[in-house]
């Protein structure tokens, strides 16, 4: 062999552009490779600490939902109030019900399919809050759906009642994939806003209040003799949070240790390949 021809070939007997070519893609490939193990285990990462976050705001929740009755937040404080510090406080409210502007938003239940009933109360300092009463079903729809004609509170409804319920968000913008129509006065979402100006409401609360569930002897007359339903059936309030999160992330670090795995495997291919190329041409 020249001198020449030495000049041309590497030090493990590969010709030096073959070898340079070898190493670039070496370089670029744990480059790329890097840059993709890094991603999944950010993601990774991120999914913890989401789901340490939704540990911790169930167990606020909870909290919440168990604790003794407080009053509702004053009107001053409306503005603050989140679903992240505020909903399912348990919570309490005196005041009139406007049973006239009485909205039935669809629902879907343990009991099967029907209606919630939302009316709103009027409290002393004239606000109105909307009150999930309970649930309905569709067969009692038409004694609670109020006529137009009717713009008074019946005066034996006039009473003050006292509320104790869990505060809830408003709903916008209706349901799954369908909008609220409060021109047909058909509701799928309790929109507090929308239902407020479709009522007339003046000063409503951000949010709603589903009522408790009424104590046994009061359940048992709120049935008929033959067991059929005559006022709605309140403490039906079902708190689940999605929580996929530590799914999430063991899916995104076996996506990092996967991709780690194919850099070794390739690499090291890659170097079985040059030794053999090697090997040959000795």
């Not at 009485?102 to 809050?129: C, H, K, N, R, Y």
Request: proline share 6%; hydrophobic share 45%; with cysteine.
């Amino acid at each position: 062999m020249t001198g020449k021809e030495a000049d041309l070939t590497s030090n493990a007997g590969q010709p030096k552009h073959l070898s340079g070519r070898s190493s670039l893609f070496r370089l670029g490939f744990t480059a790329c490779m890097a840059a993709v193990f890094a991603g999944f285990i950010s993601l990774g990462t991120w999914q913890i600490f989401r789901l340490q976050w939704k540990l911790d705001l169930i167990a606020r929740v909870e909290q919440r939902v168990h604790a003794a009755p407080l009053p509702v937040p004053e009107s001053s404080l409306w503005p603050h109030i989140n679903a992240s510090a505020d909903e399912y406080r348990h919570v309490e409210i005196s005041g009139v019900f406007l049973h006239e502007k009485t909205i039935l938003v669809q629902a879907s239940t343990e009991l099967g399919g029907g209606f919630w009933v939302m009316t709103p109360l009027a409290t002393a300092d004239q606000a109105t809050i909307l009150v999930n009463r309970g649930f309905i079903p569709e067969k009692m729809a038409a004694s609670y759906r109020i006529s137009p004609k009717k713009d008074q509170p019946n005066p034996a409804d006039a009473s003050i009642i006292h509320i104790t319920g869990l505060l809830r968000i408003t709903e916008p913008d209706g349901g799954f994939l369908r909008k609220n129509d409060p021109v047909g006065n058909r509701w799928y979402s309790r929109d507090v806003n929308a239902i407020a100006a479709a009522t007339g409401v003046t000063r409503p609360a951000p949010f709603f209040i589903d009522a408790d569930a009424r104590p046994a002897k009061d359940e048992s007359n709120s049935q008929q003799n033959d067991g059929a339903v005559k006022e709605p059936i309140a403490g039906l309030t079902v708190i689940h949070f999605h929580n996929s999160h530590l799914i999430y992330a063991v899916v995104w670090f076996l996506l990092a240790a996967m991709t780690a795995a194919a850099w070794v495997y390739v690499i090291r291919d890659r170097r079985n390949i040059s030794g053999t190329s090697t090997g040959n041409t000795a």
